[in-house]
């Protein structure tokens, strides 16, 4: 399945690690660019990075984690 994670935050970084773990495609998002890319980094070879529209279209189930 293809998530789209709105934020970059604990929350994102915890739940998108499981899902790539199992072997989901995912796309962080945040208002910070670099940020977005560094999780996408530490969660591994299944995650990108993007904007949130780009996020949110990408993704079969979108998380929205931010404030």
């Given amino acids: 399945m293809r998530i ?15 899902w790539a773990r199992a072997g989901h ?3 962080v ?3 910070d660019a ?5 999780l996408a980094r530490r969660i591994g070879p ?3 990075a993007g904007s949130f529209a780009e996020a949110a279209g990408f ?3 979108v998380l929205v984690a931010i404030r």
Avoid at 4 to 18: K, S, V
Avoid at 34 to 38: E, F, I, L, M, V
């Fill in 4 to 18: 789209g994670i709105l934020g970059a935050g604990g929350m994102a970084d915890a739940l998108g690690g499981q």
């Fill in 25 to 27: 495609e995912i796309m």
């Fill in 29 to 31: 998002s945040s208002r």
């Fill in 34 to 38: 670099g940020k977005a890319a560094a």
């Fill in 46 to 48: 299944a995650a990108g």
């Fill in 59 to 61: 993704g079969e189930a």
